[in-house]
């Protein structure tokens, strides 16, 4: 039991430290190390960014809409669905739950006297042949 408790604190220390600790902290050393490297480099952009406040202001106003339209895309239309099927293909309770679930549904198909899908079965068949591999390792 100690060990699920330690466990715990470490998964809210990493999410606590992730979050609300380092990306401040890297939001803030981040523009600062660039902004003074770029005044040196193009000493015209002293210009527009003559104090440190605007070009942070100007990178969150940037960064922000970016960083959410790139984490959309990366939830609709990238590798978050590939990054779920990896994590579900390490974790054997996972695929059980899959197994047990999709021949649930497939035997209330059949008592509603409708033939389950191709796509259906297969998917069954290939988690079912995943989880033999995964207990045979």
């Not at 070009?55 to 990054?83: D, N, Y």
Request: proline share 4%; aromatic share 16%; no cysteine.
């Amino acid at each position: 039991m100690e060990m699920k408790r330690f466990f715990r604190y470490w998964k809210y220390y990493r999410d606590g430290y992730h979050i609300y600790l380092a990306f401040p902290v890297q939001l803030l050393s981040f523009t600062t190390v660039i902004y003074y490297l770029l005044m040196e480099q193009v000493p015209i952009l002293k210009f527009f960014f003559s104090h440190y406040v605007h070009f942070l202001f100007a990178t969150i106003v940037i960064s922000a809409p970016l960083a959410v339209l790139l984490g959309w895309f990366h939830s609709k239309r990238g590798l978050l669905a590939t990054e779920q099927t990896i994590g579900m293909e390490n974790n054997p309770l996972g695929i059980r739950q899959t197994v047990v679930s999709l021949e649930a549904t497939v035997a209330i198909l059949e008592k509603l006297e409708l033939k389950p899908s191709k796509d259906l079965l297969d998917t069954l068949w290939f988690w079912k042949d995943r989880l033999r591999a995964l207990e045979n390792t």
